[in-house]
């Protein structure tokens, strides 16, 4: 595990530069609102170095795969506890068990009352591997499917938290039809007569992300990714060899921006600085203010433009010449 | 014998290979290690006389054993492209050009109009001589296009999956044809037509994780792997060597995860049968005098 500090090692200095950047803007501008003085005159000029300052820091995809994996990243429940009230945690598929690693319940979303499904990775060491590190069992897809059918039923929109690496592949959850379970999950999700707004917080791994990531939009922050597979999987098939996952992760365009151009995503949340674990609350707000800003927007619209809106998106996703 | 007899006789539609597709007469079945005439073979289904041996089939002889005469193509437009400049050992590109000369097909895919026992159906068959049957756009537009293009013509959907999975070429937007084909496959459901999947030798990844498994009857051939995760990924992190028959046809039937295993050579039968039942209306079977009675003032 060298590569996580030579990545910081070279890049601490610029990424120095902007945080202090960031905080003297940060400190202008509550200067401005306490004392009801004018600065724009010396905002506009910060912000303006900040935005250069922004493009010039670029790092490779490899290295944002990383900053989605990095020790104290937030998890889903991170920003729940700071974005939600009143969240009720709903326990198991009513026929198998409870999946600890994908969980939901109706919460408070910045208070808009919504139906919460998320991969929880787990914070300690105990719990990441009670949570499977957010690998979800085929009774998480049908917890998951059960809780749309009541987010249906009470008229909750959906917001979902992708993070995971993909659905878990083990013997066991195989014999009780992971592929079946997400086939479900992504059909109900589809089927959905409230709006779902989804955002991939960390990592996108796979079938087993996407199986709650079937919504009217799909956001997601600067440092997650988001793939059919992840680069280790790529490497390991690819050159037998996963040390070579750096390769295979530039060869994947994985990253948010990348996501963005392809049409995947409607949105990149931008992280503070650096990577949200640098700075959770202000990953929080920003997550939440983007979430609930597609959450207002949408809900103008009928049962039926909430279902005929997804389809249409998704049916036309794919690259393809025809003749 | 007297089966082999049967279908020898009731599938003159299946071409015997020419001489110059098989320059040797004889080949080696790999589950009974006997040597086959390819003619035999040919002529039953490409399954072994011998010891029931389901070889995998490309796509062409697939619709050959399936449907009763030749498909009327659908397919063949959608060509792939190389939206993420994808560059592994070789280049995304060069590997199509192989996979296309092999296949003499743009993609991973054939879809169409066919007749199974004189009903007419969609039948979308996958490819797994192209790049191992993979999902990429091309794959997931075409099969979104045959399961609109059944409802549009109220036929039912027969679709042969043979895939390794999702195209790792096309990244996320191969990943992103498992949310497309599942909502293009709504247009069926919606007007109450039938879709059986039929699960063959292999099924796993993506394809096992979306339209496969969502149809209304899945079945699969005896024998066929059939899974989400591939068994080297469950080895490594399960850390134990995995049971006898894991993810074959019969241990899902077990399981519950098909509804049944259908010899290769009677899935003709058991298809029409089955779409009788289901759906009257879309096969041109009158509906029963029974339900035609209640009806009756």
Redesign the interface.
Known sequence: MTRPNQTRTTQTPTVQTLRELEARIRDLESTAVSTGQDLDSALTPLRAQLTRLRQQVSMTRWERVQLARIAGRPTALEYVERLTEDFVELHGDRAFGDDQALIGGPALWQGRRVMLLMQQKGRDTKDKIKRRFGSANPEGYRKAVRLMDLADKFGLPVVALIDTQG?????E????????A???S??RM??LRVPAVCAVIGEGG??GA??I??GNRVLIMENAW????SPE??AS???KDSAKAPE?AE????TAP??LE?G?VEEVIAEPTGGAHLDVDAAAAALGEAVSRHLDELAGQSPEEWVSG??ER?????????? | MALDKFFRRRRPQVNPPSEADTPDLWGKCPQCKENVYLRDLALNAYVCPNCGFHHRLGATKRAEVLLDGPIEIWSG?????D??N????ESYPERLARAQAKTGRPDAILTGRGQIENLSVAAAIMDFEFSGGSM???V??EI?RAAERAGEEGLPLILVAASGG???Q???????????T???L?ALSKRGLPYISILTDPT???V???????ADVIVAEPGALI????PR??QQ??RQS??DG??RAEFLLE???VDMIVDRRQQRGELAKLLRLLHPASVGVAAPASVQSEQAP
């Open positions: 659905a878990y592949p083990g013997l959850a195989e014999e009780r039809g992971q592929g079946w997400i086939a479900e992504i059909q589809s089927r796979s079938g996407l199986a990531g079937i988001y793939s059919v597979i999987g790529a098939i690819i050159w295979a060869a994947l365009k994985l990348d996501l392809l995947i997804r389809a998704f049916r036309k996703l794919g690259a393809y010449r025809e003749s | 437009r959608v060509h792939p492209v939206a993420l994808f560059r592994d050992t990429g756009s091309v997931g537009e979104a999702a195209r790792m096309e990244s996320a937007l191969s990943l992103m044809q498992m949310a497309k599942t909502v293009a709504e796993t990844g993506g096992t994780a979306s339209f496969a498994t969502i899974g989400f995760a591939g990924v469950i992190t399960i995995l049971p894991f993810q399981h519950g995860m």
